[in-house]
């Protein structure tokens, strides 16, 4: 791909010097964040530190956002947790190593020694003296829809996790509190469910080929120009991995010589792409924009390492909703520094597409800002439409380009006509055009239960992570035992729930993360907060040390805000 053909795909010019005069917006970390667009008026409430948007014009509503400090005493447990599981992991290896203790992994042969290694030797030792501790808490089999409740299959181990045996039981009606089925779409009754099996009568589960050969059916192009309608754009392209459509369709963007600047906490899908492009990539800080337009003006300045010659692209590659950290990207500032600096935006909308906006249009509709504005807007289908897969959307000539030069549509099959048909059918009826409420109650309640949960959990004095407005809800556990405990006790409950810890997030940050989903009733809700609680005092959870609000005082003005 050319210089000159990839300016003209992504309909913009060669990236040169800001103009003379213009003030870059700073960002930093203070004790809490929340904005409005007026002559800004501020109150700040005590918790922890969270990026403050000092350019509030270019926001129209509030946006608050918690990332409370994790306290000294128990950053210093935790690591003390982790050094102590440490010991007795090498005191363990030990012990395999002279056959005293059966070692189940595996491990490079002797005959090998001298050959690159296969297998990472502290992954290797995280793996199977600290994750296998606690991995029963994933990969539990379901045996039914995962909807707002689900099924599962009992199974315990008599090896210590590392093999698995069903008992025949089946635990029913478990509360779904870790599903990504924010809209509810995720089931096997109503229209959806009736559509695509009418779609599999006519058309058949599988395609058996890709879209250039003879996988392109009628089904596909009416899935993309509704997707583009959706969206707002001129063109969309639809592919059967949500994964891939990162990981193989940035490197048909961009090349040697070209720039591409990443948030710290991108998906792997996006690491991975940008990887595999060659680009050189450089990190800014999450949602940080002074850190974005530092690295945007020394990229502008310095240009390329050795030659200095101007960088053929500069691509910005953030994400809608975080799904680790349940923040938001600040999209109207990352506009506007792509703006001044002429670089490119690639949007994943990933977890708010269909979850944010008074439409379900995503981040941009959430913020009331123009598609156009957004180069390249990437999603998937597998989180709000209850489907799988992934869509690119632009302008028509991106989408051109990208269906002769992707490895995703080049070589990969086509999605299967009933998922296509899942994902027309829900994406109608969030827009309305099913001729019903549906799409825009479940919009409402999704809405509401977002702002009930998170509400209820800082109450009850959990540290939780977040946007105010994002149904991805993470609570913070820190401690490696807890990890373990919490999902265990959870589902003693009858309620599912995610944990996640290192290296998944920071070795002291490991957390549970809730999804909140419109299919949940407030009965539901309540059930599992009452759960949370109970299981928070068991496992002394709650942490937090955020003080009641305080009454209002009014609004300071932005200057006051800086100066404090």
């Not at 707002?232 to 059967?240: C, K, L, P, R």
């Not at 999450?286 to 310095?302: C, F, G, P, T, Y």
């Not at 990969?412 to 019903?436: L, R, Y």
């Amino acid at each position: 791909m050319t210089e000159s053909s990839a300016n003209k795909l992504l309909n913009g010019d060669a990236c040169h010097r800001t103009s003379n005069g213009k003030k870059s917006g700073k960002n930093g970390f203070v004790k809490n964040h929340c904005l409005f667009q007026q002559p800004q008026k501020y109150r700040r409430p005590r918790e922890k530190n969270q990026n403050v948007v000092r350019n509030s014009s270019l926001y129209n509503k509030p946006f608050s956002e918690s990332f409370e400090e994790t306290p000294l005493l128990v950053a210093v447990l935790t690591y003390m947790g982790y050094g102590i599981l440490t010991i007795f992991g090498y005191l363990r290896d030990f012990l395999r190593h002279w056959n005293i203790e059966k070692c189940h992994v595996a491990r490079e042969r002797e005959e090998q020694k001298d050959f690159v290694p296969l297998y990472q030797d502290f992954e290797n030792f995280y793996t199977r003296n600290l994750y296998m501790r606690i991995r029963d808490n994933w990969n539990r089999p379901i045996c039914s829809v995962p909807g707002a409740k689900m099924d599962l299959v009992d199974r315990v181990s008599h090896d210590y996790n590392w093999t698995f045996q069903h008992t025949g039981k089946i635990v029913k009606d478990v509360i779904n509190m870790g599903s990504y089925n924010y809209l509810g779409f995720a089931e096997n009754t109503g229209a959806c469910a009736d559509a695509a099996v009418d779609a599999t009568q006519k058309y058949g589960v599988g395609v058996g080929s890709t879209r250039y050969e003879m996988g392109n059916l009628d089904i596909h192009e009416d899935m993309e120009q509704l997707v583009a309608r959706f969206l707002g754009v001129e063109s969309s392209m639809a592919f059967g991995m949500g994964f891939a459509t990162n990981s193989m369709n940035i490197p048909a963007l961009t090349g040697k010589g070209c720039l591409i600047l990443s948030d710290e906490l991108n998906h792997a899908s996006l690491v991975l792409g940008a990887r595999l492009s060659g680009s050189t990539i450089r990190v800014f800080k999450h949602n940080n924009m002074q850190s974005l337009e530092k690295l945007l003006r020394d990229a502008i300045v310095h240009g390329q390492p050795r030659t200095h010659r101007p960088w053929k692209k500069i691509l910005i590659v953030v994400e809608g909703i975080y799904s680790m950290e349940g923040s938001i990207v600040r999209l109207p500032e990352v506009i506007a520094l792509k703006k001044r600096y002429k670089a490119y935006l690639y949007l994943d909308e990933a977890h708010s597409i269909g979850a944010l906006g008074p439409n379900g249009r995503g981040v941009v509709d959430y913020f009331g800002l123009d598609p156009n504005d957004v180069d390249i807007m990437m999603g998937t289908f597998t989180k709000s439409f209850g489907a799988a897969g992934g869509y690119i959307g632009g302008k028509k000539e991106l989408i051109d380009y990208l269906r002769s030069h992707s490895h995703s549509a080049l070589y990969a099959t086509s999605t299967s006509p009933p998922v296509a048909q899942q994902i027309i059918t829900s994406m109608k009826s969030i827009m309305g055009e099913d001729g019903t409420t549906l799409g825009a109650d479940r919009l409402r309640q999704l809405s509401e239960n977002t702002t009930y949960f998170r509400r209820k959990l800082r109450d009850m004095g959990f540290i939780i992570y977040g946007n105010d407005d994002s149904p991805v809800v993470p609570m913070m556990l820190y401690m490696p035992a807890k990890i373990g405990a919490f999902g265990r006790e959870m589902l003693k409950r009858n309620i599912g729930t995610v944990v996640v810890g290192f290296p998944a997030t920071p070795i002291i940050e490991s957390r549970a993360r809730f999804c909140v989903s419109a299919a949940h009733t407030r009965e539901m809700l309540d059930t599992a907060l009452e759960a949370i609680s109970e299981v928070g005092d068991l496992l002394q959870l709650k942490y937090s040390r955020r003080e009641p609000p305080l009454p209002s005082l009014g609004w300071m003005s932005e200057e006051s805000l800086l100066q404090d």
